[in-house]
């Protein structure tokens, strides 16, 4: 009986776990566009925060939450401006697509500007 009732606590505690598990992707409400466009892949966008690895083909912001988003580019057409930062910086990217914390960023990287 006790054994029974344990693993019956056990599999409610791992059901409720994981149902607290499932965030989607972030939210993005810094838009600089004037469109009403719902095309969200031409539609432009900023992102701020602090600059926290740069690499030759990446780089990551991780915003004032605490959300870390990876954004991707060719090695060979560096997003403009991002030879002016250095981890540590506070940034303002624009770039269109999705980003997200969880999936891989979609889009392009069109500047990345020091506040």
Do not use: H, Q, R, W
Request: proline share 3%.
């Amino acid at each position: 009986m006790k054994k029974t009732f344990l693993l019956l606590a056990c599999t409610a505690l791992l059901a409720a776990s994981l149902t607290a598990c499932g965030e989607g992707p972030a939210e993005n409400t810094d838009t600089d566009t004037g469109s009403s466009s719902s095309d969200s892949a031409s539609a432009e966008s900023k992102l701020s925060g602090t600059l926290d690895e740069k690499k030759d083909f990446m780089f990551v912001v991780t915003d004032e939450k605490g959300a870390a988003y990876e954004f991707t580019f060719d090695a060979s057409a560096k997003p403009e401006g991002l030879d002016d930062v250095s981890e540590g910086d506070s940034v303002t990217v624009t770039y269109k697509g999705t980003v997200s914390e969880a999936d891989p960023f979609d889009g392009t990287v069109i500047s990345v500007e020091k506040n």
